[in-house]
């Protein structure tokens, strides 16, 4: 609801910019016309306060360098840009959130001449993350799913509410692609393919873009190939792996998407740090990929370029570089687009015109959102219901669909709870089911005495419901660094006639967790001593299901191998535990396929399966970088095989194919099949990856049925950055597998391209379209 000016008056008062029936551009050019530097500055800067009660003086979040920003009131005469997580920075209940963010407009609004508000932005990667919201899944376990329309439709539900507490902004999805799972952020991303990251999280911006929200795509680009996985750290990667891996999901959320925002990267790439890149923010995100939204900065990055990147010499410099990068706005709050940006724009260093085009863009952006039009209005109804009972339900779907089945050797699913024990550091934890940007996660754990603010039964309260008896003997700490929990766990064990084995992360940020933001890890070992518990219960001889609770995937090398079944399950929200106790009780099927790599040795080499030929196991080194399992495994309660392969011939460079196979449920239940299929470049002019997904189907089948998954490929899909560095399609051999996994295909064939080599533009084809056929 918005305070409404009459088109007519608007235009008698000779303000065409509050005429709603003109066109956004035309309005902008008038209102930004009327605006001082300092007016057009204000449009591009955040503001982060820390919550007060409604009419209470808001004091201002300390900023990364420890220095207290000024009081709100010294920043609204010239208009304010962003206001900054309202509901995500301490725990404020719904209603009184709604309440203070309509507060806080109304101030805006009334202290500008203009009587513009802020666009109002919060964290929303699992879910609105506020106290008292719906936790989700985290996108590595979207990833697990391969269901592009249930994350569609989370997403959309997410933005609904953000959208009915006054939240124009939501600061996901993460677009990372898994470079190293030892990056601590690993839990923020998908996967590690860019196209199953490119189509779910395309997915993701279709539902919050659906719902009125601006949905940020970042961090644009390279953040997830730091070197070492170090938060951070310096991007060693070439031109070649940077167009085709790392900005490739960017091409689809942008372009199919529809995404109005994107977020820099911390990162530098060859020695130039995204925030100050133009050739990276105008020249390839704007220019090639055809962003019209606003660039904003990640948290203090454009600080950063003077502070750790050391490429600005002041705040103003800092400023400079960004803006004419293109970074639009500074978030969080107001540093180097305050003053320092005004005074090198009044000296003439920085010049008006790319203060102008930041402004322009920021404006609108509040334009489409309605926010020319004045503060948002009271509002009324209901109390709003930040976790209702349809969204639980989805959140369980998702949770249900992530969770995956390692190995099982015909222990699962259990019978019963008699004579089960289950132990370990997250048996009875439910923080083992929620990432880093979860609110009782990332805020909540800094108020012990506040509840968790959702229901959120831990594994032990699900596994009781599920099968009444199962006895618990678990630690609460996940570095079991005390002997006595490993000998307890092990007595247990000793004592039980099966264990399950409950393992994994407990995320935190900046080092305060296994996981998450800053808590990157020097190896891929179990987190602690949990690996040496595992043994030990290993070792009793009773038989033991492993299950995993964690944000990134660990080596299990001597733990797999021994166990009776492993369950993977990342970090998966609030109905997490009632998942993986259905999946273990056999309520549930599992469905979910590894998103990424699960590695072998701890401290062996970062492993995806996107790799050349030499960089994959040969006999010139002893460094083994197979996986323990693969990329897309997964198991069922059922059996499926695979036949009926067909493949058109050949097809111009500019033409498509089209490769099918049968896939028939050969066992006695019912269950769900993620059949993938893989292309490869034989001969190539650059070195290729041995193969790489292109398409996938989820299909459900009952005993004996079967289905004909048929793939309609495009020329385009076998494109890649060619010698010059243009993107193109070459005539010849490729190579196609149909299967089960990266590792798995059974169904092996090839086609041909015949025809020039092609040169591909903006409007090339990027997804495979699929047409599932009972039989």
Sequence with gaps: MTEAVPAASASAAGEPWRDRGLPVAERVADLLARMTPEEKAGQLAGYWALPAEPGEPVAPMEDDSHETAPPLDEVLDRGLGQLTRVFGTAPVPAAEGTARLRELQRRVAAANRFGIPAIAHEECLNGFMTWGATVYPSPPAWGATFDARLVGEMAAAIGATMRAAGVHQGLAPVLDVVRDARWGRTEECIGEDPYLVAVLGTAYVQGLERSGIVSTLKH???????????????????????????????????????????????????????????????????????????????????????????????????????????????????????????????????????????????????????????????????????????????????????????????????????????????????FGMMGCYTFPSHVGRQHPELPLGVEFPTLAEALDRELPGVRVAGSKDVLVAEDADIEAAVAAARDAGLCVLALGDRAGIFGRGTSGEGCDAETLALPGRQAELAEAVLDTGTPTVVVLLTGRPYALEGIADRAAAVVQAFFPGEEGGRAVAGVLSGRVEPSGRMPVSVPRRASGPPVTYLRSAMDGGHDWSEVDPVPLYPFGHGLTWTRFEYGGLRVDGSAATDGSVTVSAVVRNTGDRAGTEVVQLYLSDPVASVVRPARWLAGWARIRLEPGDAARVAFEVHADRTSFTGPDLRRIVEPGEIGVAVGRSSADLPLNASFTLEGPVRVLDADRVLTVPVEVSLL
Excluded: W
């Design 220 to 430: 644009f680009a390279g953040y997830s190939a730091s070197r070492a996985g170090r938060n951070m750290a310096p991007t060693p990667i070439g031109p070649r792996e940077f167009a085709d891996v790392i900005v490739e999901p960017f091409v689809m959320a942008l372009r199919d998407g529809g995404a109005r925002s994107v977020m820099h990267s911390y990162t530098d790439v060859d020695g130039m740090p995204a925030a100050a890149d133009e050739r990276l923010l105008t020249g390839l995100l704007r220019d090639r990929l055809g962003l019209t939204g606003v660039v904003v900065a990640d948290y203090f990055g454009i600080s950063f370029l003077q502070t750790r990147h050391q490429v600005a010499g002041s705040r103003g410099e800092a400023a400079a570089l960004a803006l004419r990068a293109g970074v639009d706005m500074e978030l969080p709050t107001v540093r180097c687009y305050g003053s320092p940006l005004i005074d090198e724009v009044r000296r003439g260093a920085v010049p008006e015109e790319l203060l102008d085009r930041a402004a322009a863009r920021v404006l609108t952006l509040k334009a489409e959102l309605g926010l020319l039009d004045g503060p948002p209005g009271d509002g009324g109804g209901a109390e709003p219901d930040f976790d209702p009972p349809e969204q639980r339900a989805l959140a369980r779907r998702l949770a249900e669909e992530s969770v995956v089945l390692l190995a099982n050797d015909g222990t699962l699913p259990l019978g019963s709870g008699a004579g089960v024990v289950l132990a370990g550091p997250l048996a009875d934890d439910p």
